[in-house]
């Protein structure tokens, strides 16, 4: 079992930066990729960023440019550095353990993190 708890969410205006941390514990020795999710009231959950542990990467559309995963695969942790926020980027962000295949990330159903709420003022 992996457990992972986020840390970083808060309150934001728009323009502002933000970073979200997510640590997993337990059987780490499985752990191969990692990734962010959001989801926001009424909208389904949607890839934010996913990360191999070699460290290539897959974006969401509407973060390209914008925001930046990054691994520290020895203290088992993931970042998204969040940049140029905007009302819409506001929701509950996920941590998740996934799969890296067909070079981009897809998410394992049975390891999420609580969340973590980032909201951003316009």
């Known amino acids: 079992q992996v457990r992972l708890v986020e840390s970083g969410g808060g309150l934001v205006p728009a323009g502002g930066s933000l970073t979200l941390s997510c640590t997993a514990s337990g059987s780490t020795d499985t752990i191969g990729a990692m990734g962010w999710y959001r989801q926001a009231p009424g909208k389904q959950r949607e890839l934010v960023a996913g990360?191999?542990?070699?460290?290539?990467?897959d974006y969401g559309d509407s973060v390209k440019g914008r925001f930046t995963i990054s691994r520290d695969n020895a203290k088992n942790t993931v970042y998204l550095q969040m940049n140029s926020l905007k009302p819409e980027d506001t929701a509950v962000y996920f941590c998740?353990?996934?799969?890296?295949?067909?070079?981009?990330?897809?998410?394992?159903?049975?390891?999420w993190g609580q969340g973590t709420q980032v909201t951003v003022s316009s």
């Open positions: 990360i191999n542990r070699g460290g290539n990467t």
């Open positions: 998740n353990l996934g799969m890296w295949y067909s070079r981009s990330y897809h998410p394992r159903d049975d390891y």
